[in-house]
């Protein structure tokens, strides 16, 4: 059984930056991704960054070259996944998923969910 536990998001202003942090703990394969979804009210979830276990990253079209996801899979247990938010702008803001896929480097359909974190772009 996977664990994640979220840090960071809270609120900042148009232009700003944050930085969202992930652990996961409880790893069995060394072949998985993880990353995160966000959900904005009353949308559908979707990716926003995925790396895997062997450094392969993903973004979604909306963030890319604004977000930079990175890993730390040094402990074959205990991965630590960062998601470095830069030029933030209102239609970011949403509450922000980690997630953990095992046994595959696919992004789609994930086993584990952090908590969520909410991040608001607002000045």
């Known amino acids: 059984q996977v664990q994640l536990v979220e840090s960071g998001g809270g609120l900042v202003q148009p232009g700003g930056s944050l930085r969202l942090s992930c652990a996961a703990s409880?790893?069995?394969?060394?072949?998985?991704?993880m990353g995160w979804y966000r959900q904005a009210p009353g949308m559908q979830r979707e990716l926003v960054a995925s790396?895997?276990?062997?450094?392969?990253?993903?973004?979604?079209d909306s963030v890319k070259g604004r977000f930079t996801i990175s890993r730390d899979s040094r402990d074959y247990a205990k991965n630590m996944a960062y998601l470095q938010m830069d030029s933030l702008n209102p239609e970011d803001t949403a509450v922000y998923y980690c997630?953990?896929?095992?046994?595959?480097?696919?992004?789609?359909?994930?086993?584990?969910w952090g908590q969520g974190t909410q991040v608001s772009v607002s000045s």
């Open positions: 997630f953990f896929k095992s046994g595959s480097y696919s992004a789609v359909n994930p086993d584990y």
């Open positions: 409880g790893i069995r394969y060394s072949r998985n991704a």
């Open positions: 790396c895997t276990s062997g450094g392969a990253t993903t973004y979604g």
